[in-house]
């Protein structure tokens, strides 16, 4: 049953793969174009994300995978599923020592075998936040740990932010989510 299973997600996995590979500059500028920042916030906070990331792979590329980076008006958020005590730390400290960096969140769980099913719940968190006409979900960022939903990104009011915890909290497998969402200013 379980081998039948992983099959069936290989396609799922794939086409997530795959989607994150297929960059247009056409892709590049709608998404700029439906982003709450600035054009010029937009470009500090790559080049934060950047610098970050860079710092944590020339570290340890194997454990750098484990830390997502996300950055938002100066404030980077580091999520992931990651044991390494002392790399998680390193991660912080290394993110606060970033020229413009605001604030620094980190929000790290521990280790777990549940890749598959995360990868499933993500999809299915992704597919109902875009379905829901509501909600302007394209600058929705998510991560699933151990069936844990972290959503990060720019909304355009609380009440979009509030709809979409309401919207991932309905997806059915999920135990917890956590909003790291942020409204204009």
């Known amino acids: 049953m379980r081998h039948s299973r992983s099959l069936a997600t290989v396609p799922l996995i794939l086409s997530l793969a795959l989607s994150s590979l297929a960059w247009t500059p056409w892709g590049a500028i709608y998404e700029s174009a439906r982003d709450e920042r600035s054009v010029g916030d937009q470009a500090a906070d790559k ?5 970050i990331k860079t710092d944590l792979a020339d570290k340890d ?60 719940l993500s999809a299915k968190v992704r597919a109902d936040l875009i ?18 939903v972290v959503l990060l990104g720019m909304v355009r009011s609380q009440a979009d932010a509030a709809l979409a915890v309401k919207v991932a909290k309905g997806v059915k497998g999920v135990r917890k989510v956590t909003s790291f969402l942020i409204p204009p200013r």
């Not at 080049?47 to 610098?51: A, G, H, Q, R, T």
């Not at 590329?61 to 008006?73: I, N, T």
């Open 47 to 51: 080049k934060i994300s950047l610098s």
């Open 61 to 120: 590329s194997k454990l750098a995978l484990k830390v997502h980076v996300y950055c938002f008006l100066k404030h980077v958020y580091l999520v992931g599923a990651i044991d390494d005590q002392p790399f998680r730390a390193f991660a912080v400290k290394t993110a606060k020592g970033v020229e413009g960096v605001k604030k620094v969140t980190s929000y790290f769980k521990p280790e777990t075998d549940t890749t598959a099913d995360d990868l499933e």
């Open 131 to 148: 379905a829901n006409g509501d909600l302007s979900s394209t600058q929705i960022e998510q991560e699933v740990m151990n069936g844990e």
